[in-house]
């Protein structure tokens, strides 16, 4: 499932606006949990992260980018 599709299959699922998920500050990261539910992605919220932890500095940069658009910082 490409990053995408998964957005659209969530934003369905919760019966949600891509513009309402990104204005709660919803991204939807790469995800290696191995749940057998796993998609590869999980939605997430950019406020979760903070930006000098090492799970954020772990992102690939468009990542680390696009949550502090999110945060607005
Ligand atoms: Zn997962």
Redesign the pocket.
Known sequence: MTRDEFIDYWTANAGIAMEELKLSGFIALP?????CS?K?W?MTNAILYQLDSEAFLALPQEYQDEIKLLEGR
């Not at 995800?31 to 749940?35: S, W």
């Open positions: 995800c290696d949990c191995g749940g796993c590869g999980q």
